[in-house]
DNA sequence: CTAGGTGATGACAGCCACTGTCATGGACCT
DNA sequence: AGGTCCATGACAGTGGCTGTCATCACCTAG
């Protein structure tokens, strides 16, 4: 054994999560988390940058699994359904910790501060979709503009799955909000809403 | 004459200005704000919520002239049309304070804070315009996407208004942005891209 | 003209997020 | 055995932000 128990930073993480919903984020410091987990304020401050930064993973596995998505799709594929691939592959990661996903999101969404945090993460994966686009050889603006599109359908559907709790597939509801959207911009939907076309199962075709 | 100079929230928010503009952001501490206005740092809290809050205009006077331009548009319109004389709206208030705008977003984008700020700004902003379609019928939800889309046309034209100097004009910027998203949507193209058709100076006509 | 209320500001103490710096002592290598 | 490494602790300090009370020009009632 170490001289100090393993895994400190998922220990901080574990800490966190059960004080921010035990009594919020505002009412819990950072030396109570450090508390918890067996360890100091400082060093707290050595696995996050900030106190928000425990509730949003690292690493970009995340940015990764959309990115490598919409790298893999078929070239013949249009960005905007190029990034639906993207967005499928989310969903299923998402609903596969469907559980975690709605805690950690009904911390973030109670608190202002956790939710500027977010839109920053999201802002940044728009950069990652919009230059693998670019990858693609989708031009500007075109590029940028798709991958907001893409972060706008997942910010509406992941709200409206995670409000409607055991409800519709989250995939579904990307789906449909995809089509929805499109007919709402003029072009004739790709397939009924509510039931995705021929695109849906493409992600696992990978 | 009053026991105080007048307008010292005016005076904070010019000196707040002038010394993010001479050495950033974060190296601007509030209590030199409030020295440079003949304030103390105490009265600064009492007009700003933060620190940050003093390069968002508050009041929502941008927001009301969107929403206002949104609510005018004639009912036949396609929600993402109505959005467009929106954009229009705005494009012309930020293109009347030119410099201004230019000075401020320069300091926003070479801070991550402040960066947080503008986006749950921008948020709030998308919540509003999404509420005015609903009130003009729109479902959602497609209400709560064509707001999005507009935000993110909003984004990607601004900044490309703001990296190009002198360049182009802002509401062109934004049509053709729009255009271009609802081709790469699969929509045809209401009009040639880089002039505006036939709603171009709708916003002119309320 | 006076008494009392009002509201913006100052003065001051304090909390907490976050940082710089140095010390500590097991683990690991040679 | 000796030396280096490195995650952590200890401690002091800065700055954003808040609560609280005092101050004092202005206004209004009588």
Known sequence: MGRWEPDSRGRLAQAALELFAERGFENTTVAEIAERA??????????????????????????????????????????????????????????????????????????????????????????????TLRGRGVTDPGASLTAEVAIAVFRVAFARWHDEAGGEDLRQIMRSSLDELKAQMGAPSSAPAGQAGEPANAVTQV
Chains 1, 2 share one sequence.
């Open 38 to 131: 067996g360890l100091t304020e400082r060093t707290f401050f050595r696995h996050y940058a900030d106190k928000r930064e425990v509730l949003f993973p690292t690493g970009g596995e995340f940015e990764n699994l959309i990115v490598t998505a919409i790298e893999s799709a078929p070239a013949a594929l249009a960005p905007i359904d190029a990034v639906g691939l993207g967005l499928d592959a989310a969903a299923a990661m998402l609903e596969q910790r469907g559980e975690f996903s709605r805690r950690r999101q009904a911390i973030i969404t109670a608190n202002a501060e956790l939710r500027e945090r977010e839109l920053i993460k999201l802002a940044s994966l728009s950069d990652a979709i919009a230059d």
